[in-house]
């Protein structure tokens, strides 16, 4: 799944390239930060994900015979297109873990390379960070109202399209159990799981036979579907009868599953049915337009409800449809590089940087991280990055380096991690992280500051830019 | 692209299709709807896309040797896997055409195939109609406030990953006229256009130097981003000399582009820079979080905007994540079958079906559709679907039938149109609807009624299997 073409991008970065291409640029070295400035959800961190496939699929990213016609046709000239032919990326990549907590305006990732390899990849680099963060984070805030129960993404049918591939994945590292998804879980070595459908009762004229069928059809993880007729009158008593008979042959029943009505109520009668038949073993699932705040909701209700199957609003990140990660230029052509704009917050950092986390001798993150130049190796004093006067003494905690090299030469430096692996770092990072900025009300805002010498190479840039107008 | 696996699918659809498999039920033939319950973006229709890709990926779609090795882990049967090698799909398959607008609740598309084919295919067939559909809705309703302008998507940065691919095909279907996306106008034959970025005019010293550069080295639609230092003492007079400079060469320039600050304010001062300079041919590209709402306001300013690029609000279709379409099960092994739902409004229509839409003399929809059983030619009064006593004589219109066989065995049965003609098409469409069913505030409602024939089929079905409860 991982062999793009290179034409996944936007045309503008092949006309730019070529104007690069055309004019002796071609070797001119970049640094582009790429960051987000809104945190999603109105919540109070994200979690970054998708930067493996990210890596994995820029090293092996080039234009076949096809895409170069057709970008012939689209009047590109004929020795740029003999570059692009031999086209890699050969740049090196620093970036915060698959899986830290991240917050806005601070670099997550920074590129290194000529300045045509460097826009090239900016359209699939945003693209995929982009999604994966908002679906990661997304999944991360359902796993912090869930507690132990196991949540399983089941939202392929209702996801944008192939971007369904990709949200599963992330959901895993956000904090889910399993998907629906077989592709993605072949792909991704993710665990698959799922029940049945209502069409597969309906395609019965008896939904007691209909259980029976599936029960010694696919006894593994047996989960059976209670509410075609009639949850408490119907279903229930008919998954009842089949955990008996399964255990009669030596099989348990997994569970049953809800999927309408008032999921509270339902799953606090059915319980209390299969207890008093004897089968507290059986698990409840609970499906059905689920998303952080009805899963909050139902366990504040005390729902005995041990699976959640969460689909549309996981893997489409509703209501929020994109995260606004960008991609800005900070040097080129041995000079730093700044983007001036009508508002003072969008005003860009220049030079290659280094993010400072700042802990206590407990290692809890005290909520600030700082950005100074790469060649920083420890910030005195954070400085607000837009109210000169507001600073902040963190010469005392202790400061961890984020950005890593995690590519050099367009090959891939960190070795590959399992989902499992990428997911309990990210919750180790999230358990460094004070409570009240997990909270979905008006979370705390984390601190973002500059350096003194970032600062005033910002300042002086400025300045310079401002004379020439 | 269209190669897809057949493991692009929900575990449970193959947990059911074991079942099936093993009990015997594997040539019993099955019918399923596709509809969707609720419009998107509180609209008055949805433009029905995706339909071509369906299918094209549907009569290719299998299984192939790792897959079957994966499910084998995932504990499914020899025998069944056996089976899944030589899966093709071989159903038949009735359509609304691509590009016709189409309403809640009733069926725009049904397939009838042996329920194993009919349900591995369920989860892509939800997957791509959902999304492409929600696209093109909103494409379709920038469309319409854009009057003449040019409309082109920016949107892959943002896109939900790799779902941006076939969010640029259905933006085209709803009347936009061209992508960014390098790969999405080459596959699917869109025309590409694109500008620069901020950070090529940050790559250079000098913002003048970076126009002229790239008027030499990329003239074919040279749009220019004037944004970068200060729009109208910066950006826009330097785009004048070199427009001028093109001019002494024979060259023209196409198009300055604002990406910030008041589009309307902007457009309006640099219509008359460009004019005052004598290039009135220059045209005036915006772009910056647009969508239906944001160019409406522009245009009812007369903002002299020709050409929009739309990014992030179009390709995830913001505000809304998903077009909640299923695919409910209608008819198996020779009976009608019906879902009793907790709610009335979910009960679904048994039986193999048509639609039809009522037009006066003069071709125009009167703005009902009615479905009957598939034996009917004609509705003579049509009933609210859920309230009795409420029905319409219709016997007077003409009756178009709206769902059309594409596929048979397997085989698409439609020739491939272009994105052009589908998109000509579903205008056509669009300007059959009365206005009022278009209009962004409280449209008018769309009626749906069902014939006396599938009322009474419903409730038989629905007293007998309450009788068994």
């Keep these: 799944m991982n062999n793009f073409s290179a034409t996944y991008t936007d045309q503008y970065q092949l006309s730019m390239a070529q104007v690069y291409f055309k004019k002796g640029h071609k070797d001119h070295t970049a640094i582009f930060d790429y960051y987000f400035r809104k945190l999603p959800y109105q919540g ?23 895409d170069l016609e057709f970008l012939k046709l689209q009047g590109f000239d004929d020795e740029f297109l003999k570059y692009l032919k031999d086209f890699r990326f050969r740049g090196t990549i620093y970036s915060a873990q698959e899986g830290d907590v991240v917050f806005p305006t601070r670099p997550i990732l920074q590129v290194e390379a ?27 805030r359902i796993r912090l109202v869930a507690g132990d129960a196991a949540l399983l993404d089941f939202g392929l049918r209702r996801a944008q399209a192939t971007g369904g ?25 993710i665990p698959v799981s799922g029940t049945m459908a209502h069409s597969y009762i309906q395609s019965y004229d008896d939904e007691l036979e209909a259980f029976r069928d599936f029960a010694v059809g696919r006894p593994e993880d047996c989960v059976l579907l209670v509410d075609t007729y009639n949850t408490l009158k119907s279903g229930v008593p008919n998954a009842i009868t089949v955990a008996k008979e399964m255990e009669a042959r030596g099989q348990k029943l997994l569970a049953i599953r809800l999927d309408s009505g008032d999921l509270s109520y339902f799953a606090r009668q059915s319980r209390k049915l299969l207890d008093e038949a ?19 909701s139902l366990l504040e209700q005390q729902a005995p409800i041990d699976i959640f199957g969460v689909g549309t609003n996981l893997v489409t990140g509703d209501p929020d449809g994109a995260l606004d990660g960008v991609y800005k230029l900070a040097f080129s052509n041995g000079k730093p590089r700044i983007k001036i704009s009508e508002s003072i917050f969008k005003v860009t950092l220049p ?18 991280d700082a950005i100074g130049l790469s060649q920083e190796e420890k910030i005195t004093e954070m400085f607000h990055p837009f109210e000169p006067y507001k ?23 960190i070795s590959k991690r399992t989902l499992k692996e990428i997911s309990d770092y990210s919750l180790s990072r999230l358990s460094e992280l004070p409570i009240e900025y997990k909270r979905f009300n008006n979370p705390h805002i984390y601190k973002i500051g500059i350096s003194d010498r970032l600062r005033d190479e910002r300042e002086k840039l400025i300045k310079s830019s401002k004379q020439k107008l």
């Design 44 to 66: 109070g961190y994200a979690i970054f994900s998708g930067l493996e496939d990210l890596l994995e699929i820029i090293s092996k990213l080039k234009f076949n015979e096809s």
């Design 114 to 140: 000529n300045i045509i390899e460097a826009q090239i990849i900016e359209t699939i680099l945003l693209n995929l960070l982009n999604f994966q963060t908002l679906i990661a984070t997304k999944a991360s």
């Design 165 to 189: 591939f990709y949200a599963s994945r992330a959901a895993m590292i956000g904090g889910f159990n399993g998907t629906s998804n077989v592709l993605a879980g072949k792909e991704f070595d």
């Design 278 to 296: 004897g089968l507290n073993y059986v698990k409840i699932a609970a499906s059905n337009q689920l998303d952080e705040h009805v899963i909050k």
């Design 351 to 368: 030079h290659k940087k280094q993010v400072f986390r700042m802990k206590d001798e407990n290692g809890k993150c005290i909520g600030a």
């Design 391 to 413: 600073s902040m003494d963190v010469s005392k905690f202790h400061q961890e380096a984020i950005l890593q090299k995690v590519m050099e030469n367009g090959e891939m430096l």
